[in-house]
């Protein structure tokens, strides 16, 4: 009689030990969006990561291999596991401020939002690229010292081109024109 208690014991603290469970991923599907975990001498079999959204709106950035993950199990079955978060260490922590919210990259491209200094800001790491497509229109508005571009060239392709409400495109005329060395009027 005893013997079947100890049983029934012994698998009641294996599921309470397995409920929460951290572990270090080893193997990724990116395709299926499945991972296998390892902690201690146990591997899960391919499980599912925990994502912010996962509907018509839908939220992707896989982990990697070598990651620490925490898992939940329902009734302690590792096979029912879903992965909940990372575990960041001193050499993955991404940022060191508690108002910031930062995505760090393993190029060295970083995001990062500074919610007390009301500061975004992107780099994107050397021999990148940043492309921004919008399909119905775009407007930058800004106050302070204004925006400020600094590059090599410049390319811009549009229909008009205004500044200060004139046309400053490659079909505007100037009035007052003289031959010669004088300079040209305004743009019209």
Known sequence: ???????????????????????TVSSVDHEKGRYRVKAGELETDWIPMATPRAGKT?????????EQVILAS??????????????????TQAGTKGNTHVIKYPDGTTVEYDHEAKS??????EGGAFSLNIGGGASITGSGDGLK?????IELESATLTHNG???????????????????????
């Open 1 to 23: 009689m005893a013997d079947k208690y100890d049983k029934r014991l012994a698998d009641i603290e294996r599921r309470v030990s397995n409920g929460i469970v951290i572990g």
């Open 58 to 66: 839908s939220i992707y950035s896989s982990y990697e291999e070598g």
């Open 74 to 91: 329902q009734s302690g079955d590792l096979s029912q596991a879903v992965i909940l978060g990372a575990v960041a260490t001193g050499e």
């Open 120 to 125: 975004y800001k992107m780099d994107v790491a």
């Open 149 to 153: 571009i600094k590059a090599g060239s």
């Open 166 to 188: 004139k046309n400053i495109g490659d079909d505007h005329t100037h009035k007052d024109v003289t031959r010669g060395t004088d300079e040209t009027g305004p743009p019209a």
